[in-house]
Each structure stands twice: as structure tokens, then as C-alpha cells.
């Protein structure tokens, strides 16, 4: 039989569900997810191979307006790492919230006005919609905005209508050969995936600012077998951030470690030695060459 493969770029604004959706199709946790907007910084690959199809989706950062608190180098990185996704793919999925349309939206749809591959609209966090009967004129009134391969109403949180969303995406992969041996989930490093986990659990955990102004720096990774070490430094951008990221005498530092920890022994399968240190470092999250240094780098695909 033969073999089919396709890039798929899963694109919105941020918060929409899109990582949910990814992890939800991949039946693992790949990309981490918040309640926050701007969870996601990276183009986070997910594939996944089913007989002779394989799909490699690409998660993204949400592409979103950069505002006068949201215009710095790193926000540029993230839009356009979500925007450098849509290049050279077979499908895109583009996720808005229910019936929520914000100008944000309009900026995804702007961005995806040269884009040839077909565009398949899903309508996510439809189990938190009340009255389903609105759906419909939304469905006629959103086929207004361009041409759509599909629109769907989803839950990426429940599973609703994903393998109907699987299964029109895969009308759209050509023929070719596989990318990825079929047991290969992503193409991101254990370094990668552990240091997203503790930005996750900084995401979940924090307030306010500080989740925006902290990165993670895998220093050791050390594979003995039975026992991962690994030591993780937090960059923040001020004192106080460190302070509260360590918490009274250490008790937020050890609840965001206990937390990553048990993750990233599911996740590798083995028991793991988590090392977390906070240091500052200021300005990183606008300073060019600190991202690139820090991982924030385009030269990827
Ligand atoms: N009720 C409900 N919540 C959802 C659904 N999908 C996602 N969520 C929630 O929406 C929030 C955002 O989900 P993410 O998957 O992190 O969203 P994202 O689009 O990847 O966000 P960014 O990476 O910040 O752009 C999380 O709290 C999810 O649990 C859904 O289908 N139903
Ligand atoms: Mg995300």
C-alpha cells in the first residue's frame, strides 16, 4: 500500500486550545498547557503514525498583537515561529474559542491569507458552550471569513469530534514516505521536554508576571540508568521574581520540583533527580542573543 506523510500546523491565538488538541491527539502530553495565555513558546512537533499515514503536526506559540507589555524580542519569536509553521505544510488547523472572535483572530486569519494548504477551522471548548443552538448561524457567519476545507465544533479537552477532525486532516497528507520511524513521538529532545515541564508547572503555580519573565536551562542531564539526573536553573528578570519563585523558606520552589518531577518520570520512564536553582538575568526575554543562547532559536525545520 502506499505510504502517505504531511506537515500539519496546528494555528491561533493564544489560549485556544491548541496544545491541548495535540496532546489529545498524540494520547500523550508533548506540549505543555495552562489556563494562561502564551503557554507555548516553541514550534513543539507531534507525530504520530497510524498504518500507512503519518501525520506530523506542529504545535505553536499563539500568534498574538504585540502590545506595548507583549513587544519584546520574545514575542516576536513567538509569532514568528507560529508563523515560519504554516511554510511548506500540507493542512492547517486553525482553533478559535466557541464563538469568542477577538481582533487576535483576525491577525491569524490575516496571516493566513497566502496560505494554499487547505485550512480546516475548529471551533474548540464547545463542551463549555450553553446554548448549542447559536452554533449554527455562527458556522454560516464564520464561512464568510474564507474559504475553509471544513469547519468543526470540538473538544480538545474531552475528545469530542477530534477523530472526525483526524480524519478530514488526513484527506490532505500526500503520498510520500514516512518522515519519522512510526514509534517516534516528537522530534524534541528529553532536555527540551523536561524544561517545558517545570515551565509548566511555573505557569500553573504563579501569578501575574513572573510565568512571562522566566525561562528554563537544562544544566545536567545525566542518564545513569535507573536514575536521570537533572538540574534546571530558572532565569527570571528580578530579584523579587527569585523570591517569590522560591517561596517562603523554599516551599514554592520544592512544590513547582515535587510536581516536574513526578511528570518527567512518567514521561522518561525512570526515576528522576531533580536539581532547581533560580538566577537572574536581566533582560533576557528582550535581548536577541540571550534567546538564541537560551534555545529560542528559528533553524529548526
Ligand atoms: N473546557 C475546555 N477547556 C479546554 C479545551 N481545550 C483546552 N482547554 C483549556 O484551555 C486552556 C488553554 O489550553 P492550551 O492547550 O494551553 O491552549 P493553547 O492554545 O496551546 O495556548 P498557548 O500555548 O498559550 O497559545 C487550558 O486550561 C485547557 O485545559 C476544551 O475543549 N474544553
Ligand atoms: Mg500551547
Given at each position: 500500500m502506499t505510504q502517505r506523510c504531511g506537515f500539519v500546523a496546528i494555528v491561533g491565538r493564544p489560549n485556544v486550545g491548541?496544545?491541548?488538541?495535540?496532546?489529545?491527539?498524540?494520547?500523550?502530553?508533548?506540549s505543555i498547557t495552562s489556563r494562561?495565555?502564551?503557554t507555548t513558546r516553541h514550534q513543539v512537533t507531534g507525530i504520530k503514525t497510524e498504518g500507512e499515514t503519518q501525520f506530523v503536526?506542529?504545535?505553536?506559540?499563539g500568534?498574538?498583537?504585540?502590545?506595548?507589555?507583549?513587544?519584546?524580542?520574545?514575542?516576536?519569536?513567538?509569532?514568528?515561529?507560529?508563523?515560519?509553521?504554516?511554510?511548506?505544510?500540507?493542512?492547517?488547523?486553525?482553533?478559535v474559542d466557541r464563538m469568542r472572535w477577538t481582533g487576535?483572530?483576525?491577525?491569524?486569519?490575516?496571516?493566513?491569507?497566502?496560505?494554499?494548504?487547505?485550512?480546516?477551522?475548529?471551533?474548540?471548548?464547545?463542551?463549555?458552550?450553553?446554548?448549542?443552538?447559536?452554533?449554527?448561524?455562527?458556522?454560516?457567519?464564520?464561512?464568510?471569513?474564507?474559504?475553509?476545507?471544513?469547519?468543526?465544533?470540538?473538544?480538545?479537552?474531552?475528545?469530542?469530534n477530534v477523530p472526525e477532525l483526524e480524519a478530514e486532516i488526513a484527506k490532505y497528507l500526500p503520498e510520500g514516505e514516512h518522515h519519522f520511524p512510526e514509534d517516534q513521538i516528537t522530534d524534541r529532545s528529553q532536555r527540551f521536554l523536561v524544561a517545558e515541564l517545570v515551565r509548566e508547572k511555573v505557569m500553573r503555580q504563579l501569578g501575574d508576571e513572573l510565568p512571562y519573565q522566566m525561562t528554563v536551562e537544562i544544566e545536567e542531564f545525566r542518564d545513569e540508568g535507573r536514575i536521570i539526573h537533572i538540574s534546571a536553573l530558572m532565569l527570571v528578570e528580578r530579584p523579587g521574581q527569585k523570591k517569590i519563585l522560591i517561596g517562603e523558606s523554599g516551599d514554592r520552589i520544592k512544590k513547582i520540583g515535587r510536581e516536574a518531577r513526578l511528570e518527567m518520570e512518567?514521561?522518561?520512564?525512570?526515576?528522576?533527580?531533580?536539581?532547581?536553582?533560580?538566577?537572574?538575568?536581566?533582560?533576557?526575554?528582550?535581548?536577541?542573543?540571550?534567546?538564541?543562547?537560551?534555545?529560542?532559536d528559528h533553524d529548526r525545520r
Open positions: 491548541k496544545s491541548t488538541l495535540m496532546n489529545r491527539i498524540l494520547g500523550q502530553k508533548i494562561r495565555p502564551q503536526y506542529v504545535d505553536t506559540p500568534i498574538h498583537r504585540q502590545t506595548k507589555d507583549r513587544n519584546k524580542a520574545i514575542n516576536r519569536f513567538m509569532n514568528q515561529a507560529a508563523t515560519q509553521a504554516l511554510r511548506d505544510v500540507d493542512c492547517v488547523v486553525f482553533i487576535e483572530d483576525d491577525v491569524v486569519l490575516d496571516k493566513l491569507t497566502h496560505v494554499k494548504a487547505p485550512v480546516v477551522l475548529a471551533l474548540n471548548k464547545v463542551d463549555w458552550l450553553e446554548d448549542k443552538t447559536e452554533l449554527l448561524p455562527w458556522l454560516e457567519q464564520l464561512q464568510k471569513k474564507r474559504e475553509f476545507a471544513a469547519i468543526l465544533p470540538i473538544s480538545a479537552k474531552h475528545g469530542t512518567k514521561a522518561l520512564g525512570a526515576k528522576v533527580m531533580l536539581n532547581l536553582w533560580v538566577k537572574v538575568k536581566r533582560g533576557w526575554s528582550d535581548d536577541e542573543r540571550a534567546l538564541k543562547s537560551l534555545g529560542y
